[in-house]
């Protein structure tokens, strides 16, 4: 089992940056794949970014790519969502996933209903 707590959220303006932290509580963190979610209000939550359990695999949503990165750093149990260019449209709440993975190094996940584990999300909003 394992606990996220993301931070890094806040106000920017439009073609602002934000770096958004995942800390993973635990021991085993390098057995889990990675995902950031995001859920604007009257919206569904979506899809933004997700990093195999070997940090070796990357996907990101079409909204996202080439503005925002995600990496981990398995020995401070971390996970970050470089967010950058960022526009109004990107305002929501955003949530850090985990999923367990005995193997199934490089393989990335984007629904939600493939994760099991969900921090309790940060906010972020752009001003125009």
């Known amino acids: 089992q394992v606990q996220l707590v993301e931070s890094g959220g806040g106000l920017v303006q439009a073609g602002g940056s934000l770096r958004l932290s995942c800390a993973a509580s635990g021991r085993t963190f390098s057995s889990y794949a990675m995902g950031w979610f995001r859920q604007a209000p009257g919206k569904e939550r979506e899809f933004v970014a997700a990093?195999?359990?070997?940090?070796?695999?990357?996907d990101y949503a079409d909204s996202v790519k080439g503005r925002f990165n995600i990496s981990r750093d398995n020995a401070k149990a971390t996970v970050y969502l470089q967010m950058n260019s960022l526009k109004p449209e990107d305002t929501a709440v955003y949530y850090c996933a985990a999923r367990y993975e005995v193997a199934q190094f490089s393989r990335t996940y984007s629904f939600p209903n493939q994760y099991r584990y969900w921090g309790q999300g940060t906010q972020v909003t752009v001003s125009s």
């Open positions: 990093l195999s359990r070997s940090g070796g695999s990357a």
